[in-house]
C-alpha cells in the first residue's frame, strides 16, 4: 500500500513539474515573438451599425415568438402559419 502511494505522490509531482516546464517554455516562446495587434484565433466583433439578431414577434393566434422573417403578415398582424391566419380571418 505505501508503495502505491509513493508512486502516486511521483507521478503528481512530475505531473506538476512537466506543467511548469510547459508554462516557462511557453512564455519564453511567446517572449521572443512581437505582439502582432490582432489575435489570428480571436473572432473579429460585429460592425458596431448592425444589430446582430432579428426583431422576433407574437403569432396573434397562439402568441408563438417567431423571426419577423419567417412570419407570415396580414392586415399588421403576424402569424406563424397559415392556418394560424385563416382562423384569425374567420373570427
Known amino acids: ?9 511521483i507521478l503528481l509531482i512530475l505531473w506538476s513539474l512537466r506543467g511548469l516546464i510547459r508554462q516557462l517554455r511557453g512564455d ?9 495587434p490582432a489575435a489570428p484565433n480571436k473572432p ?3 460592425p458596431r451599425g448592425k444589430p446582430i439578431g432579428e426583431s422576433m414577434v407574437l403569432c396573434s393566434f397562439c402568441s408563438l415568438h417567431i423571426p419577423e422573417s419567417e412570419a407570415l403578415r396580414t392586415q ?6 397559415d392556418a394560424h391566419r385563416q382562423q384569425w ?3
Open 1 to 9: 500500500m505505501r508503495l502505491i502511494i509513493f508512486f502516486i505522490g
Open 28 to 36: 519564453a516562446a511567446h517572449s521572443s515573438e512581437p505582439q502582432s
Open 44 to 46: 473579429s466583433s460585429p
Open 76 to 81: 399588421d398582424r403576424f402569424f406563424c402559419c
Open 89 to 91: 380571418l374567420l373570427r
